[in-house]
């Protein structure tokens, strides 16, 4: 499946809620937003996340399931190959439909 690493930050969310994952952090790249890992809803079950993760504000992407929506939705932090790519994937022209989430995580993104 691609885009399988961004699930790992949905799955550190999780385990946060018991004490022991609760330092744990996550950083995620963002090499290109056209490989967005967005399969079929009903493949939910299958990926071990409770029903909540899937919402506007988690692994939903228009009616399916986005792993690099979950990756930039969850990590902690989140970098790109470039201070340029940085500013342009926060635009509707190179978001990939994701340019609202990428605004809003916009301090805790940086090109590198």
């Not at 330092?23 to 909540?52: C, I, K, M, W």
């Not at 939705?73 to 989430?101: F, H, K």
């Amino acid at each position: 499946m691609t885009g399988t690493p961004g699930l790992l930050p949905a799955y550190l969310a999780q385990a946060r809620m018991h004490r022991h994952a609760r330092l744990a952090g996550s950083v995620f790249t963002v090499h290109n937003l056209a490989y967005q890992g967005r399969f079929d809803a009903r493949h939910l079950p299958e990926l071990g996340l409770p029903p909540r993760f899937y919402d506007v504000d988690g692994l939903e992407f228009y009616g399916q399931i986005s792993f690099l929506k979950a990756g930039l939705q969850y990590s902690d932090r989140l970098t790109t190959v470039s201070p340029t790519y940085a500013r342009e994937i926060q635009t509707p022209d190179y978001g990939e439909g994701l340019d609202g989430l990428l605004r809003q995580r916009a301090g805790e993104l940086d090109g590198i």
